[in-house]
């Protein structure tokens, strides 16, 4: 990238297509939107030499502008909101979509001095242009704060502002959609295995955010990368979702099942299986092989197919350590709840046996992560006589 510090104004016609080129290649392969937001701001900042550039985006579901990402002393990653039908000049902005340019902002009644005054950060002339959407409709606000020479804005930063608002409202129109679908996804998956969990838990929110938190954590004691983890974070609410299948009778029951109901529990594997079959999404995907192979042991000994040891996909290994554990952690209408040491000596004990040592060897490196989880868990809850870790571990 060519030297940048010399401001807008400085730079010859061929540096400026070359910084533009690099700025739309840098931005359209961003998805994630947090993270495009800093990348423009930071871009922005650079090109046009300021000392800070911050983006608002609409929330029309709360009628304001918010701002996440800002740079800037004292300002990254603050969450500024405005509302949208103030008389601000970034309201101002955002709802009529025309620049506003203040050589000094102080002496403006439209500039408001409050994020100044959280920030400790003294605008002197600041710009603020609207970033349109292909429709003409306004996403946002692109506002850039003190060049680093003193100087107002002159005509060409609005120019050049302007292209980059241009440029950077195509990538964040698609970033929002992406995180849109991102979020409806994972709140699907997530309210999916709540229906499977409600039917015979308690605390059902709490179990499977547990076994999220604990899957992630060992994914990533194992070497796996953040992106595998999360994924095996997203799926794992889902391993018991061939619950929905089962019969209230079974599911329901208080105490312990006879042999012939415990076949029939030992089922929502093979259901889960068929529910999440064929699924195209990664996150589906191995939801699928957690659903299925969640009861399956290291030794063989599990079901519904007796695989051992590497025939077990990782992720099952995985979140079956996460899910016994903390089965035995709370307390259940058929058993108290285990102190999360003796949770954890279980774990260890069954190296080798239900579990892969290799997991139960991460496990006892994030322990003391895990043990924080609990610590609002109470044991002197009352015990059901027919405690058995073969139901709660369903
Ligand atoms: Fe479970
Ligand atoms: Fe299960």
């Known amino acids: 990238m060519a030297d940048l510090t010399h401001g807008s104004d400085r730079l010859t016609a061929e540096e400026k297509l070359r910084l533009l080129v690099d700025f739309g290649t840098r931005i359209s392969s961003e998805l994630h939107l947090d993270k495009l937001l800093d990348i423009i701001a930071q871009q922005i900042t650079q090109m046009l030499d300021v000392g800070r550039c911050t983006i608002y985006l609409k929330d029309e579901a709360k009628n304001e502008l918010w701002s996440k990402i800002a740079q800037g002393k004292g300002l ?10 103030s008389d601000g000049f970034i309201a101002l902005v955002a709802r009529y979509g025309q620049t506003i340019n203040l ?24 710009i603020a242009v609207p970033l349109k959407n292909n429709s003409d409709e306004v996403l946002g606000v692109v506002q850039a704060s003190n060049k680093s020479n003193g100087t107002p804005f002159d005509k060409n930063d609005e120019g050049l502002l302007r292209l980059l608002a241009t440029l950077a ?8 959609l992406y995180q849109e679908i991102r979020v409806a996804q ?28 604990i899957a992630y954590l060992l994914a990533l004691a194992l070497g796996m990368s953040k992106t595998e ?6 799926a794992s609410p889902l391993h018991d979702i061939g619950k929905v299948a089962l019969a209230d009778n079974i599911l329901l029951k208080p105490g312990k099942l006879t042999p012939e109901e415990f076949e029939i529990m030992k089922s929502h594997t093979i259901y889960g299986g068929k529910i999440l079959e064929g699924a195209h999404s990664k996150v589906l995907q191995m939801a699928h092989k957690m659903s299925l192979y969640h009861h399956e042991k290291w030794n063989g000994s599990g079901y519904p197919k007796g695989l051992k040891e590497e025939e077990i996909p990782l992720e099952a290994r995985i979140v079956t350590v996460a899910d016994v554990f903390d089965a035995l952690c709370v307390f259940r209408v058929y058993k108290k709840a285990w102190k999360t040491e003796e949770a954890l000596n279980y774990i260890i004990e069954e190296s080798g046996k239900s579990f892969d040592p ?17 610590a609002h868990v109470s044991v002197n809850q009352p015990a059901h006589k027919d405690a058995s870790v073969e139901k709660e571990v369903s």
Request: glycine letters at 2%; a positive charge; charged letters at 25%.
């Open 229 to 234: 983890a999360e994924l095996i974070k997203n």
């Open 186 to 213: 994972l709140e699907t998956i997530y309210r999916l295995a709540v229906t499977a969990e409600y039917r015979d838990q308690q605390d059902t929110r709490q179990h499977l955010k547990n076994i999220s938190i």
């Open 103 to 126: 050589p000094n902002a102080y002496d403006d009644p439209r500039f408001s001095v409050d994020v100044d005054m959280v920030t400790a950060f003294r605008t002197h002339a600041t």
């Open 76 to 85: 990254e990653h603050t969450e500024i909101r405005i509302p949208l039908n």
């Open 169 to 176: 409202s195509g990538s964040i129109e698609i970033a929002q």
């Open 358 to 374: 290799r997991v139960v060897a991460a496990f006892k490196k994030i322990y003391p992560s895990v043990k924080r989880l609990y």
